[in-house]
C-alpha cells in the first residue's frame, strides 16, 4: 500500500509556470507507474499524463503535450510535474495517481487546486 502526499499547485498567471509534487510513502514506489489527472469544474476528469516505474517512458494528453513534463525520483519516492505556457483552461483540481505493477491497485494523493487567471 502506498500514500500519496501531493503539494504545489496554486495560483498564476497565463504562460506562467508551476510545478506540482506527489510523495508517495510506504514500500516499493517503484512498482507503480504514476500518473497525474485534473479535473475541472463541470468536466469529468482527465488524463494529463503518467509515466512508467522506472521513468523510461512518458505519455501526455494531447492538450498538455509540450508544456507540461511529468518526472519521478525513485530515490525521493517522488513524481513531479512540471507545468509551463499555463493557460485558463488548465485550471483544476490536480490528482495524483499511482498504479500498481501487478495488483493493478490504484491510489490517489489529495488533490491540488491549480488557477490559472487570464
Known amino acids: 500500500q502506498v500514500q500519496l502526499v501531493q503539494s504545489g499547485g496554486g495560483l498564476v498567471q497565463t504562460g506562467g509556470s508551476l510545478r506540482l509534487s506527489c510523495a508517495a510513502s510506504?514500500?516499493?514506489?517503484?512498482?507503480?507507474?504514476m500518473g497525474w489527472l485534473r479535473k475541472a469544474p463541470g468536466k469529468e476528469r482527465e488524463f494529463v499524463a503518467r509515466i512508467t516505474r522506472g521513468g523510461d517512458s512518458t505519455y501526455y494528453s494531447d492538450s498538455v503535450k509540450g508544456r507540461f513534463t511529468i518526472s519521478r525520483d525513485n530515490a525521493k519516492n517522488t513524481v513531479y510535474l512540471q507545468m509551463n505556457s499555463l493557460k485558463p483552461e488548465d485550471t483544476a483540481v490536480y490528482y495524483c495517481n499511482a498504479d500498481h505493477l501487478i495488483t493493478q491497485r490504484s491510489y490517489w494523493g489529495q488533490g491540488t487546486q491549480v488557477t490559472v487567471s487570464y
Open positions: 510506504g514500500r516499493g514506489f517503484s512498482n507503480y507507474s
